[in-house]
Structure formats: C-alpha cells, structure tokens
C-alpha cells in the first residue's frame, strides 16, 4: 500500500458521503488517491509541522478536484463540508462535556496560548498576531495560513471555507465560552481572529 493510499484510507469519511451521492464513488476514490500521488509528488518533502495539515489539506483538494470534474462544484463542495460536519458533530459533545467539568472553561482558555503556538504557529506553516494575555479570554490572529495557501496554489481557494467554519462548528456552542470570530482569509476577510473568552 503507498504512503497516498495510506492517507486516503485515513479519510474513509469522504468515501463515506461519496456513496451517498453517486454509484460512480469506488472509481472517483481511485482517480482522487492517483491526484494525491500527484499532489504530493509535487510539493515533495514538507517539513514536519506543516505536514500535519498537508495531510489534511491535501487529500480535500484531490477529493474535491476529481469529483468536481465529474458531478460539478455543487456536488464535490457538499461531500466535503458533510463530513466536516459530520466530523465536528462527533468532537463538539464530548467537548461540551468536559467544559461542565470545575475549572476546566478556565483551564480550556488557558491551554489556547501554548496549543495555538505549537500546531498553529511559524513551524506548522501560519503566520499569527498574538494578543496580551486577559484573564478568561485568549486573542490571537491567523495572517497567513498553509489551508488558504495550498488550496489556492491547487485551485480550490473556495474549501477553505469548509476548514474555517470547522472552528465554529467545535468551538462555538460550548456551555460557558463565547468563540467569537468576525471573519477569516477563506472567506475574503485580511485574516482569521479567534477570540475565546469566558461568559
């Protein structure tokens, strides 16, 4: 089994959705796990940081490229973002349910400081503005980020979107944290704003 094929059968939630809307979903996984070859052939050796998303982003873009070739746009955007929501859909309970813990809406909004800085930072490929520290709120901007980066050199700049409104989906109901955002470079704003504070 190739390394492409390996992180194709990572992302069986794709094939999943791609089942529901077409007979034709075992020969378009086939053509997708042949364009992730040829994406990752492309890019060649991606530092480690930045490989952690590379694995997310780039077998998207194959999946959404070759179905959009097929079925159009409409079709390759709603198998994408229905297994974001799927996938969100699994994560946001448990979530919640750590948050009605003690302490743990405190511990959470600390624990954003060192997290973004170490999966979201200048080694993972993004560019940030980070903000003085505020009891109860953590701030930060994302300037420059490898989804909108790679998507748009591949073609796809429209499912960045998917990725961004992943971060409303898990962060944005969850009992006594307000994640406030006002817009994000996949939907043509000048950056991402995450703020997350304590009601």
Partial sequence: MTASEKLMRKKKIYKEELDQVTPMSDALWKQSTARLEQIRNQYGEIPKGVRG??????????????????LG???????????????????????????????MKSLFVRMWDPMTKKMFGPENGFRNVFYPKKKGEYRMDVISCPYFRYFTELRCPEITRIFCENDDRIYGC????????????????ERCDFWMKKE
């Fill in 53 to 70: 998303h590379t694995d997310k982003i780039f077998p998207a873009a194959a999946v959404y490229l070759t179905v959009k070739e097929e």
């Fill in 73 to 103: 746009e409409k079709t390759a955007y709603s198998v994408l973002e229905n297994a974001s929501v799927r996938l969100c859909s699994e994560v946001t309970p448990k979530l919640a349910k750590l948050m009605r813990l003690p302490g």
């Fill in 174 to 189: 969850l009992p006594g944290l307000q994640f406030l955002r006002t817009g994000t470079l996949g939907k043509g704003a």
